[in-house]
């Protein structure tokens, strides 16, 4: 069974605070990701990663940056946290050669910036 | 541009009824399509998935229907239980790409006793 986790269920910061969330998977995924899920929003992709030290951004990453040292371990980084910046972040993981393996989440971090 | 629709933010339903789940998308380069399950304060869970191939796809109780022509699929639940309520999201991708997922926004399924 894939396990996709992270570090944080939950998480109370401050605004200007450097955040890190931290995403570790145990299955030699390539393909990595970071979402942000929001009340009638669905789930926005913020970067992903294709491979250790490689990365791309999705739809929203403005405020956001991504670590990818190690092929296991995938970090997202609020550079200086905003309160519009609470929300649930969710990071899944999948194969890069199959092209029809299904994402993996991790469980979520709900973040709250006050 | 939203380019996978779900235009019913929930949907209410009788336990042992069917339940009828819809989802739209405007991409035509979108060719695999899949639904995930989310409950309160978990990841979401995939469900199932379909190959623009096929126009069909069963899994026991679920089973998910592609329309290509109308750009439109549905997922069926069948018979629906307590234990199926959730958030559920369908997602659209192009095979061969990035397995970048496009995630409607959620359809929240209450399946009443």
């Known amino acids: 069974d894939v396990k996709v986790t992270q570090s944080s269920r939950y998480l109370v910061k401050r605004t200007g605070e450097k955040v890190f969330l931290e995403c570790v998977q145990d299955?030699?995924?390539?393909?990595m990701f970071w979402y942000r899920q929001d009340p009638g929003l669905g789930l926005r992709l913020i970067y992903f990663?294709?491979?250790?030290?490689?990365?791309e951004k999705g739809d929203i990453p403005e405020g956001y940056s991504v670590s990818r040292e190690k092929k296991e371990r995938f970090s997202l980084i609020l550079e200086s946290a905003s309160t519009n910046q609470t929300s649930m972040y969710l990071c899944?993981?999948?194969?890069?050669?199959?092209?029809?393996?299904?994402?993996?989440f991790g469980d979520g971090t709900r973040l709250s910036i006050l | 541009d939203q380019q996978v629709k779900q235009n019913s933010p929930s949907l209410s339903v009788q336990e042992g009824r069917i339940s009828i789940l819809n989802c739209d998308y405007t991409n035509s380069m979108f060719d695999y399509f899949l639904w995930y399950k989310k409950y309160p304060a978990e990841g979401p869970t995939f469900l199932i998935s379909i190959s623009s191939i096929k126009d069909k796809n069963e899994d026991g109780r679920f089973t998910v229907f592609l329309n290509k022509s109308a750009k439109h699929l549905s997922l069926h639940i069948v018979p629906s239980q307590p234990g199926d309520s959730a958030v559920y999201f369908c997602a659209a991708t192009t095979q061969g790409g990035s397995e970048k997922l496009v995630f409607g926004k959620g359809t929240k399924l209450t399946v009443n006793p």
């Open positions: 899944a993981s999948t194969r890069l050669v199959m092209s029809n393996q299904p994402q993996h």
């Open positions: 299955m030699d995924h390539e393909n």
């Open positions: 990663s294709y491979d250790v030290k490689m990365k």
